[in-house]
Structures are given as C-alpha cells and as structure tokens.
C-alpha cells in the first residue's frame, strides 16, 4: 500500500523560509514516477506548485512561485522535498505532496494517482 507522509509545515513571518519533506513507502517503482506539491487555501481551489521529474532533472514550477520555490527528491530515501524561501502571506495554505505514475498532467491534480493528508504553512505578515 502507497502511502505518501509530509512533514516540515508550521508558521513563520514572512520573509521567512520553510523546508517541506515527503517521504514515500509502499512505492516499488517510486523512481519512475513524477511527483508533485499542491496547495489549497482555506475556501480555494487546490493548485498545483511544483512537479519533478522521476529522475529529478526536470521541474515545473506555479507562476506564482517561480524563484521562490524548489522541488528536489532523493529517490534513494523516497524522500520529496519543496525548499521555500521568501514566503509571503498568499503562500499559507494546507500542502499536498503527490506521486503520478503516468507522468501526463504537469501540475495538473487530475494526474495524480497518490495523495498525502497534507501539511500546513502559515506565513504572518
């Protein structure tokens, strides 16, 4: 059984910096997939921030947070990682991490075969 486990969220002043962690078990193949991170506001549609590769050379970021924002991963540990620096107020939000099997949708949700319960990040102006 899949299971996908963030960790790393809390509440920090903007400006501030925060290093979101997931870590993936149950996943065979979790070197093949692409993975994400999501965000959903309270009272917003969930979107997606980040998307990497399945061997991490390519990423895909939100316009929102370009510059901002990296996604890595340690296929070895399973570990996805989001490294947020410069976070403003717009970025609090619940964080998602998710794995795509099929690699097709980007930073789409609808690509998404696994989910964690999310992590969330308060960021106080």
């Known amino acids: 059984q899949v299971q996908l486990v963030e960790s790393g969220g809390g509440s920090v002043q903007a400006g501030g910096s925060l290093r979101l962690s997931c870590e993936v078990s149950g996943a065979t193949y979790y070197s093949r997939w692409c993975m994400g991170w999501f965000r959903q506001a309270s009272g917003k549609e969930r979107e997606g921030v980040a998307r990497?590769?399945?061997?991490?050379?390519?990423?895909v970021y939100a316009d929102s947070v370009k510059g901002r924002f990296t996604i890595s991963r340690d296929n070895a540990k399973k570990t996805l990682y989001l490294q947020m620096n410069s976070l403003k107020p717009e970025d609090t939000a619940m964080y998602y991490c998710a794995a795509s099997v099929s690699c097709v949708s980007g930073l789409g949700s609808w690509g998404y075969n696994y989910w964690g319960q999310g992590t969330q990040v308060t960021v106080s102006s």
């Open positions: 990497i590769s399945a061997g991490g050379g390519s990423s």
